[in-house]
């Protein structure tokens, strides 16, 4: 099965970011330990550029997934533990629902690999959101935006062929 590096497309570093989010959750709070403390819904405003769309990804300061891909992460069964999160554009009155998620960590060579299609994996020092070639095609069947794809080949331990 093929897998792919799922990231926040960079524009997004600069035209979308998140206001007042550690009065509402605290990093250290990210851990399957302290995932309980999160609160179960919150409501979250975030700066925007002028013509920029909330986008299905949001990997700063924490994941936020959209319901797009709540929505395929649940078609696929992966276990997935999440919290609702609504982010607000208030200059545009805006809002879109989120999941804050915490996907399961697999490490190389690990039997879940062949099963899996949304999980972390410890790549090139870091922690980073993987998908299979199968969730990859069907958010973007739906129309994800603001996502980077970058292909991951899991035996070499290399991207795009590098």
């Known amino acids: 099965m093929k897998y792919f590096i799922l990231r926040q ?3 997004f570093s600069e035209s979308f970011r998140l206001d007042g989010w550690q ?3 605290k990093p250290k709070w990210i851990c399957m330990e302290e995932f309980y403390k999160t609160p179960r819904r919150c409501v979250i405003s975030a700066s925007m550029g002028e013509f920029t769309p909330f986008p299905d990804i949001v990997t ?3 994941l936020l997934i959209s319901r797009l891909m ?3 992460a649940e078609m696929y069964g992966e276990p997935v533990f999440k919290r609702d999160v609504i982010i607000i554009n208030e200059r545009d009155k805006q809002s879109r629902h ?3 998620i915490l996907p399961e960590a697999i490490g190389h ?3 879940l690999l062949g099963e899996s299609h949304l999980f972390y994996m410890n790549i090139d020092k870091q922690k980073e959101l993987v998908v299979s070639q199968d969730y990859a095609e069907s958010i973007l069947r739906r129309g994800a935006v603001g996502i980077a794809l970058k292909e991951w080949d899991m ?3 290399r991207h795009d062929g590098k």
Do not use: D, N, T
Request: proline share 10%.
């Open 9 to 11: 497309h960079p524009y």
């Open 23 to 25: 009065e509402v959750i």
């Open 60 to 62: 700063v300061p924490f």
């Open 70 to 72: 709540a929505e395929v």
């Open 98 to 100: 989120y999941h804050l």
């Open 109 to 111: 060579g690990s039997a």
């Open 155 to 157: 035996k070499e331990g």
